[in-house]
């Protein structure tokens, strides 16, 4: 990780941004529970849209005529409607939106490609959450446009949708250029995999929109449609992907303490909570999203001994490579004792004695930093659920139930109970300290006092994150036949 800043009320307005949108990268069925059900049903009878068709495909324009849509079909007003609710609900698409319009109207500068006031690693979440928003805004689309009252308004809001997801997604590309990738290429092993995750979730999202929404020219139900122009960018953001998993694995070392991730190449060995969820969970979005790679740029070396001059080789889709090394690691981390009495993830373990008199010490994790993060309960979270997708085994998904449920025990939430407890039970407002919170609500120990850093302040967003990558509905059929699992009966109970 990188040098900690200070926080400056300019980024700590930012920062409520960035939690706001970890927390509401929702699916279209929970957005569903917000609506009333008999506006649903007073829809319109829509153009015949096949079984393939995206649910945006019947609204947008030939592009002859799209000069004859009024501008207003473009304006933030028609964007904003096109996501409400009745008066009396919050929408959380609308929340999403507000969100996300926010942190790239105010602090996302277009001519750099990047948000100034982020350091290397937070920039790499805030690309991720991007992604990530803009796959919700994909899922919702279909439920957005059912509440239309004609064929009109929902040609317009469809217009307005594919605008806004367009907007957002260039604002990426132009992430992707603006990266300190070199700089980020020389840091710690945590710093490599936020980048990895990062632009699998974009892949993610451009496998999701060309799939549901742009399907390409051959397909018989679109044939008028070309393929989704950010398709074009697909192999290159693996490509980085690609780069930086391969230098981050050379962090996983079975000299020291039977295995796992070391944090820092440069510093003396330290096997963290944080490094080894993010290798796990990196991994497996290898296996899952990974379309593979046949680029060795830029590297010109063929020393295997250098981590950043190395050749990176070809790579294939789907390499039980990196399955393998999700399981290796969190079969390590599981048996590594870095979980606390409350069942949370402590951040991690020094070697007693290393260094001194150039010796390498006891080789062992024996020296423990009882320190707990919100974020290392949550990085695992996904990775979990992918190692479900991945091996069929629920063992996976119990571990992360259980994992979810030490949290919410250690805000203070009283989980037996039907009704929350009051504050005066909890001790008043700023209640006695649980763990990881007070009186139920998830805090780091540094916001009591106004003290954390960008690091630090950054943590309850990646938490949220990647619990809602956990908690989305298990697949009803493999994603990638042979390769994937599915849910049947006893694993949607489960979940």
């Given amino acids: 990780m990188a040098t900690p800043l200070r926080a400056s009320p300019r980024w700590a307005i930012w920062f409520l941004v960035v939690t706001v949108l970890g927390s509401l990268s929702i699916s279209t069925a929970s957005a569903a529970l917000y609506e009333e059900e008999p506006r649903l049903q007073q829809t319109v009878a829509k153009p015949h849209q096949a079984r393939d068709q995206s649910p945006l495909q019947p609204y947008l324009f030939a592009p ?52 100034p006031d982020a350091i290397d690693w937070t920039a790499a979440v805030m690309g991720t959450y991007v992604s990530a928003a803009l796959s919700t805004l994909t899922k919702s689309a ?4 059912k509440r239309s009252t004609n064929e009109e308004t929902a040609s317009a809001k469809a217009q307005s949708i594919e605008n806004e997801m367009n907007k957002y997604f260039s604002q990426s590309v132009a992430y992707y250029f603006g990266e300190n990738a070199f700089s980020i290429r020389t840091q710690a092993y945590d710093d490599m995999l936020w980048v990895v995750l990062g632009w699998l979730e974009s892949i993610k999202f451009i496998d999701l929109h060309t799939d549901s929404h742009r399907r390409s020219s051959d397909s018989a139900s ?8 950010g398709k074009q960018f697909k192999a290159s953001f693996a490509h980085r992907a690609h780069i930086f998993y391969e230098i981050a694995s050379h962090g996983w070392d079975t000299s020291m303490c039977g295995g796992g991730m070391t944090w820092n190449p440069h510093l003396r060995p330290y096997k963290n909570a944080i490094t080894n969820q993010l290798f796990i969970s990196a991994s497996m979005g290898m296996y899952l999203y990974f379309p593979g790679d046949e680029n060795s740029s830029p590297f010109v070396s063929n020393d295997e001994d250098d981590a950043y001059q190395q050749v990176v080789r070809p790579a294939r889709p789907h390499n039980h490579r990196y399955l393998n090394a999700a399981v290796d ?16 993830y402590v951040d991690g373990f020094h070697i007693l004695g290393w260094g001194r008199n150039g010796t390498k010490g006891t080789r062992k994790c024996d020296l423990r930093n009882e320190m707990v993060y919100t974020y290392n309960q949550g990085v695992l979270l996904s990775g979990l659920r992918q190692l479900w997708e991945g091996t069929g ?23 037996l109970d039907r009704n929350p407890p009051s504050e005066a039970e909890n001790g008043g407002t700023h209640g006695r300290w649980a763990g990881l919170g007070r ?18 302040q950054t943590f309850k967003g990646i938490f949220f994150h990647h ?12 994603i990638v036949p042979g390769k994937t699992y599915s849910a049947g009966p006893a694993e949607k109970t489960l979940h």
């Avoid at 929340?95 to 001519?111: N, T």
């Avoid at 981390?333 to 069942?343: E, F, I």
């Fill in 142 to 145: 279909d439920h957005v446009l």
């Fill in 222 to 229: 679109s044939s008028k449609f070309a393929p989704w122009y």
């Fill in 439 to 456: 009186g139920g609500i998830l805090e780091e120990l540094c916001d009591a006092t106004g003290t954390c850093s960008q690091d630090s």
């Fill in 393 to 415: 085994e629920t063992t996976y998904l119990k571990d992360g139930h259980e994992l979810v449920q030490n949290v919410i025990k250690a805000t203070g939430w009283r989980t």
């Fill in 329 to 344: 690691g969190y079969a390590w981390l599981k048996n590594s004792n870095m979980t606390n009495d409350q069942g949370l």
């Fill in 467 to 478: 619990l809602t990558l956990f908690c989305e509905p298990l697949p009803d059929k493999p």
């Fill in 64 to 115: 002859d005529q799209r000069e004859a849509v009024p501008e207003k079909a473009f304006s933030k007003q028609t964007l904003l409607h096109a996501h409400s609710t009745p008066d009396h609900v919050v929408s959380p698409l609308d929340q999403l939106h507000d969100a996300l319009e926010v942190m790239q109207s105010r602090f996302f500068e277009l001519w750099l490609g990047t948000w």
